[in-house]
């Protein structure tokens, strides 16, 4: 019988292009995934690679800029703070714009429901939506229609997706984990760049609204993204502590914000640099 492989790719926002590098040292390596789940940005590379286009989206996020990142985000106070029309018409025509059955490996996503907290799996119909939904993190991005129920980030009950791999059949399940060196750190790290650079976008954004911050604070994405990253990583740890994966990959991507989608350059090595630090492990668990 064949053994499946099932990839786990956890939510991290921005830090999610790191995904792009685990995926690149894991073929290298000759570990190929029968089956690939994902939350939030974990999904949108997951789904990209099941397409067949995860050469086009590294292409596309090396070359972003700063600009281009605000660009392709709009101000909104309607269910969030800001607007991914853009951003997800752009992804969309580019590389995912299909249904699940149409993908070329099997590919599924989590979801959480605002009304009642319980975890959504999300593994037919529009891929587009489930994208959406899968990514869309409370307080910054609206929610999403489904089925009749909104649908906000499933980083809110499971970051790294371990269960919903083993559910679509994975014997072994290798996961990774984009929030292991965050806690304690990333509140510290985004004071030190207020006060070389200043506000960030955000509050550049409502300052021209005549939103005012108030001084000796964190900046409010700061404050959001520090909290949003200490949520997700202690659910991560307590659903992995459940429900452990077989391998364990854990890049160190405590230096990257919240946003900075930017900076995929960085996170892209450091993906396949932690795939490289434990692939003796991984070969390990394959062989037995």
């Not at 939350?39 to 989206?57: F, K, P, R, T, W």
């Not at 993908?103 to 959480?112: E, G, H, I, M, R």
């Not at 529009?126 to 009749?148: K, N, Y």
């Not at 939103?211 to 604070?217: A, E, I, P, W």
Request: aromatic letters at 6%; proline letters at 5%.
């Amino acid at each position: 019988m064949k053994t499946i492989i099932g990839l786990a790719l956890g939510a991290g926002s921005a830090r999610g292009w790191a995904h792009i590098g685990v995926l690149r040292a894991l073929t290298e390596a000759g570990v190929v995934p029968d089956v690939v789940c994902g939350c939030s940005s974990g999904a949108m590379v997951g789904a990209a690679y099941a397409n067949g286009d995860i050469d086009e989206l590294e292409e596309w996020v090396s070359r972003m800029t700063w600009k281009q990142v605000v660009g392709l985000l709009d101000l909104s106070f309607s269910g969030g703070l800001l607007n991914r029309d853009k951003l997800f018409t752009f992804f969309e025509s580019h590389f995912i714009g299909k249904d699940f059955s149409e993908l070329s490996v099997p590919f599924a996503c989590v979801a959480t429901e605002l009304a009642t907290g319980r975890e959504v799996w999300l593994r037919d119909g529009p891929l587009s939506t489930a994208l959406r939904a899968t990514s869309a993190l409370p307080g910054l991005f609206p929610p999403v229609s489904r089925d009749g129920r909104l649908l906000v980030d499933g980083g809110l009950v499971d970051p790294v997706p371990v269960s919903l791999c083993r559910a679509l059949g994975a014997h072994i399940v290798i996961a990774v984990d984009l929030g292991s060196d965050i806690v304690g750190s990333s509140l510290r790290r985004n004071l030190t760049e207020e006060e070389k650079q200043g506000p960030g976008w955000t509050d550049k954004l409502l300052g021209s609204l005549g939103v005012k911050r108030n001084d000796g604070l964190p900046s409010v994405t700061s404050v959001l993204s520090t909290s949003i990253q200490i949520m997700q990583t202690r659910i991560a740890r307590s659903r992995m502590a459940g429900e452990p994966p077989d391998i364990l990959i854990s890049p160190r991507l405590a230096h990257l914000g919240l946003m900075d989608y930017h900076r995929a350059t960085e996170a892209i090595p450091e993906g396949a640099a932690a795939v490289k630090r434990i692939l003796p492990a991984i070969e390990h668990v394959l062989k037995q």
